[in-house]
């Protein structure tokens, strides 16, 4: 119940074409749902993030889709770019215990 | 400011040997987290520690012990390397208030090769 499970594992598409990552979870006490972005050789890093109480959220190209009733939460890169390459996490956490439960992460290709 | 910082970069490691793994963060955050990395699985926590003076299991804490040492310092020990603990290990620490507190903050990591 705890788990995030994320699809799909890798990813390639064309520079200018959308990049569709997906991640659903059992545990409808999560109220926190982030994406991180991962360099090879780095650190993962805060990407973008919602609450439950919204639908979508966008930052610049990349894009949140929430869906509550199906728990189940997205992440679009529109425009995906060659810097885009990285391998991107979703996360879940609930209440105040700063703990994050992480799916199992996707690797993303974006060819010029 | 640093961030968080990890030492060392690199290590192998023959099995049965130990070592301990440091981690630094100036941010003045309360909670402070370990995770090991494994292709194909994500990120796994290991230990985690709330606030200063606590620790906790996480999902796969068999094989490791750590230490809080200071608000800033958050040490993970294994006292016995077994090649199933070869794996890519980040630290991140957290305001950990919750919500949007949660951002948690990683390490460049370190990589541990256990022959």
């Known amino acids: 119940q705890q788990q995030v499970k994320q699809s799909p594992q890798s990813l390639i598409v064309q520079k200018g074409g959308i990049s569709i990552i997906n991640c659903a979870y059992e545990n409808t006490a999560f109220d926190y749902f982030p994406w991180y972005q991962q360099f090879p050789g780095k650190g993962p890093a805060l990407l973008i993030a919602?609450?439950?109480?919204?639908s979508e959220k966008k930052e610049g190209r990349f894009t949140i889709s929430f869906n509550k009733s199906a728990k189940q939460f997205s992440l679009h890169i529109m425009d995906s770019q060659p810097g885009d390459s990285a391998t991107y996490f979703c996360?879940?956490?609930?209440?105040?215990?700063?703990?994050?439960?992480f799916g199992q992460g996707t690797t993303l290709q974006v060819k010029p | 400011n640093a961030g968080v910082t990890q030492t060392p970069k690199f290590q192998v490691l023959k099995t049965g040997q130990s070592m301990t793994l440091q981690c630094a963060q100036d941010m003045n955050h309360n909670s402070m987290y370990w995770y090991r990395q494994d292709p194909g699985m994500g990120l796994r926590l290991i230990y985690y520690s709330a606030s200063e003076g606590t620790t906790d299991k996480g999902e796969v804490p068999n094989g490791y012990n750590v230490s809080r040492l200071n608000k800033r310092e958050f040490s993970l020990r294994l006292e016995s390397a077994a090649p199933s603990q070869t794996s890519v290990y980040f630290c991140?620490?957290?305001?950990?208030?919750?919500?949007?507190?949660?951002?948690?903050?990683f390490g460049p990591g370190t990589r541990l090769t256990v022959l």
């Open positions: 991140a620490s957290s305001d950990g208030r919750g919500g949007f507190y949660n951002e948690q903050f």
């Open positions: 919602i609450r439950p109480d919204v």
């Open positions: 996360a879940a956490s609930w209440g105040n215990t700063g703990k994050l439960i």
